[in-house]
């Protein structure tokens, strides 16, 4: 590891406050989604991926499509901090005339590989980058982190079904559980029941862990790329709004109003 857990867990926390700090810019947002995926987002930043934010668009970079498209301010704000643009941008969140729109565009952020928004959508996307990245002969990586709630949708079982049958072996997806999803737990809304088993089923490399482990993500990348002949599914538990106390686990956090009293409670849980 280039880093140590604690400078990584230290990482998380900056980026944790950035997403708070760019959210109370807008004065409401996807709070929950966004700060729960952080510590994966951290490790593939700033151990695993093959990027240059000083050339986005790099041939035979590996890349994300994060396909539930809401928590795109967690992501921003690790971008952010590996100087894919300046932090001026974050506050400008849904803005007119911004470069971060609430969920991802591909055409308007450095380092957003694939825009989301429509859930079910972006694994199928992944899929396809695996795929053409394996006719093209090069060696890159494709992640994809997709939602619980997001997991209701056929299409995500489609891309399931179709990346097993090709054993596309360098894409790797994460899977937050985090148990909440708009309209309440997941569980009383369509519950997913055992979501590893279920991958597993599908003909997935399986692996479960606690997202918000930093060792346990990072190990599980590396297991990860030992699989070449199937598709890699990593099931992490996670808390959703993990970071800003008042919030953790709740269905709320979704999406909410941000006020700046708010935004002082958040910071001083992330000191």
């Not at 899977?175 to 519950?191: E, F, K, R, T």
Request: glycine share 12%; proline share 3%; aromatic share 6%.
């Amino acid at each position: 590891m280039r880093h140590s857990i604690q400078e990584l867990t230290d990482l998380a926390k900056e980026a944790r406050r950035t997403t708070m700090e760019m959210i109370a810019s807008l004065g409401k947002g996807h709070v929950g989604g966004a700060l729960d995926i952080v510590d994966a987002l951290t490790v593939l930043y700033y151990e695993k991926m093959n990027v240059d934010p000083k050339n986005p668009q790099m041939k035979g970079r590996d890349r994300l499509v994060l396909s539930k498209g809401h928590g795109g301010p967690g992501l921003y704000s690790v971008l952010c901090m590996k100087g894919y643009f300046d932090r001026k941008e974050i506050y400008t969140l849904n803005k007119p005339g911004t470069i971060l729109p609430s969920h991802c565009d591909r055409l308007l952020t450095p380092g957003i590989d694939m825009t989301a928004g429509s859930l079910g959508q972006g694994l199928s996307a992944a899929v396809g980058m695996a795929l053409a990245d394996r006719m093209d002969g090069n060696n890159a990586r494709v992640y994809c982190i997709i939602g619980d709630g997001e997991s209701q949708e056929g299409q995500i079982w489609e891309a399931g079904m179709f990346a097993a049958q090709m054993k596309l072996g360098r894409l790797t997806c994460f899977l937050d559980l985090n148990g909440q999803q708009i309209d309440g737990p997941v569980d009383s809304v369509n519950s997913m029941r055992n979501a590893a088993d279920k991958w597993r089923a599908f003909g997935w490399n399986v692996q479960e862990i606690d997202g918000h482990d930093m060792q346990a993500i990072y190990d599980a990348l590396g297991k990860a790329e030992q699989c070449e002949d199937m598709p890699n599914m990593i099931v992490m538990h996670t808390i959703k709004g993990k970071g800003w106390k008042k919030i953790e686990g709740t269905t709320k956090c979704h999406s909410m109003p941000v006020t700046a009293e708010d935004l002082q409670d958040a910071l001083k849980d992330l000191q």
